[in-house]
């Protein structure tokens, strides 16, 4: 079972960026697509951006296009998101995930927050 790990959070001024990345510490991100989501405070858990294992497909939300990017590095297990022009409404934890062969994303890390200040 793969176990993953977010690390890059932080506090950073609105406009700024910050690199996220997600390791797989026991196993690795398998055969499927892998993911970034976010949950800000009172608010449900939702899809941030989401990358295919060969890393040629990706998917954003549409709160996201144009200033965040998903990117991957197969030989050393690892995913990141790159976030600019952060806005406050991005303040959450970011949480990625790995499907499972349901194609459902069945494994989690802890998350990291993300806190962007105006």
């Known amino acids: 079972q793969v176990q993953l790990a977010e690390s890059g959070g932080g506090l950073v001024q609105a406009g700024g960026s910050l690199r996220l990345s997600c390791a797989a510490s026991r196993g690795t991100f398998g055969t499927y697509a892998t993911g970034w989501f976010r949950q800000a405070p009172g608010k449900e858990r939702e899809f941030v951006a989401g990358i295919a294992r060969s890393g040629l497909s990706t998917s954003y939300a549409e709160s996201v296009k144009g200033r965040f990017t998903i990117s991957r590095d197969n030989a050393k297990n690892r995913v990141f998101l790159q976030m600019n022009s952060l806005k406050s409404e991005d303040t959450a934890v970011y949480y990625c995930?790995?499907?499972?062969?349901?194609?459902?994303?069945?494994?989690w890390g802890q998350g990291t927050q993300v806190t962007v200040s105006s």
């Open positions: 995930a790995v499907q499972g062969a349901t194609l459902k994303y069945d494994y």
